[in-house]
């Protein structure tokens, strides 16, 4: 099994400048501001983000020394405070109480401080962004701020009337997750300036990675907490179809789609019923349909990392891609 820290060996010292410098950046005045600020950052996820801007960079650098530069730093920051108030902001919207197993921003300091500290986060990345004079590098990275809240407002149009279909699907998995994705990876290729095309091959890239990366949160939220240590079926609870439903209602005659919507309307308070659409999709197959198109993704993105020459820096990426594919959590 690939781990994250073996992926990220080979960009441990840019790693390190990153945090450091979010260490210096990041900070807020009043005690309560300063307070959430803290927890929030304390509850950072893995760092796939800074770690792609950071492994992109590194595989674009055409000087030694070129990842580990400010530039990089910068980029890594812009991207994984926009993910962090973005995911602030989304505990709000989905009235969830944890986060990473800790309780949600929301769930300890009430859902109009959460707003406003994601309100925050975001002011004090652009603040930081636009002092830094690298305007290059913040427009192309928060310009991926408008693709996010489309993605969230189609997503929460889609549950409300019921009306998901697999084209709308993959237009919310780009606008709220590949997106960002794809702006990390070409951010780190920006940052150490890379050739144009470059910076495209490495958005693509991110992209497809993207995509693979939220069919597989998809999948793991049907999974069952003893494996993810994650609460499972909050989809279902919250009515939203993802890709493993989604699979069963595209098959479905008018009738049985009915049906399972009907379950699904129910899922929002019955527990029973959470559980046997949870079994239904299992035993269909729509789990193991997801995982067959994710893998496509996943091999589209790792067919894009051919373009480089071997390195070191190539095998994490690619190693990147089988992790976000196995993992469990
Ligand atoms: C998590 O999805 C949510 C996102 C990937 C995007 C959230 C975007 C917004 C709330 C729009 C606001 C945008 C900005 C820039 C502040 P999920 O609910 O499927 O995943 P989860 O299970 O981790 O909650
Ligand atoms: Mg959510």
Redesign the pocket.
């Known amino acids: 099994m690939i781990t994250l820290d073996s992926i990220r060996k080979p960009v441990l010292r840019e790693l390190e400048s990153y945090e450091a410098f979010v260490e210096r950046q990041f900070t807020a005045e009043g005690d309560l501001l300063n307070e959430m600020l803290r927890e929030a950052l304390a509850s950072r996820g893995k760092g796939v983000r800074p770690l792609l801007v950071a492994l992109s960079a590194a595989l674009n650098g055409r000087t030694e020394g070129a990842a580990g530069s400010p530039r990089v730093s910068l980029a890594a920051m812009l991207v994984e405070m926009?993910h962090l108030?973005?995911?602030i902001?989304?505990?709000v919207?989905?009235e969830?109480d944890t986060?990473r197993g800790r309780p949600s921003i929301n769930a300890r300091w009430q859902s109009h401080k959460a707003v406003l500290l994601?309100d925050f986060i975001?002011a004090r990345n652009m603040a930081i962004g636009l002092q830094s004079g690298q305007f290059d590098l913040v427009s192309h990275i928060c310009g991926s701020?408008v693709a996010?809240?489309e993605?969230?407002v189609l997503q929460s149009d889609c549950a409300s009337k019921q009306n998901m279909t697999l084209r709308a699907y993959l237009d919310i998995v780009y606008k709220?997750?590949a997106t960002l994705l794809g702006v990390s990876a070409s951010a780190g290729a920006m940052a150490v300036g890379a050739a144009r095309e470059k910076v495209s091959t490495m958005r693509r890239f991110g992209e497809s990675l993207g995509v693979a990366f939220?069919i597989q949160?998809?999948i793991l939220?049907y999974t069952p907490e003893a494996q993810t240590g994650k609460p499972s079926n909050?989809?279902l609870r919250e009515g939203?179809i993802t890709l493993p439903l989604l699979i069963l209602l595209d098959r479905a005659d008018a009738e049985r789609r009915a049906e399972l919507l009907a379950l699904l309307q129910r899922c929002r308070e019955d527990d029973e019923a959470v559980q046997q659409m949870q079994q239904l999709v299992v035993a269909e197959g729509g789990l193991q349909e997801a995982q067959t198109m994710m893998q496509g993704y996943v091999n589209k993105a790792v067919n894009i990392l051919s373009e480089y020459e071997d390195s070191p820096y190539r095998t994490s990426l690619v190693h990147l891609c089988s992790y976000i594919m196995e993992r469990n959590k």
Do not use: P, V, Y
């Open positions: 926009i108030a973005s995911l902001h989304d505990d919207i989905d969830s986060r994601g975001l701020m996010l809240c993605g969230e709220k997750t939220q949160d998809d939220d909050n989809d939203k």
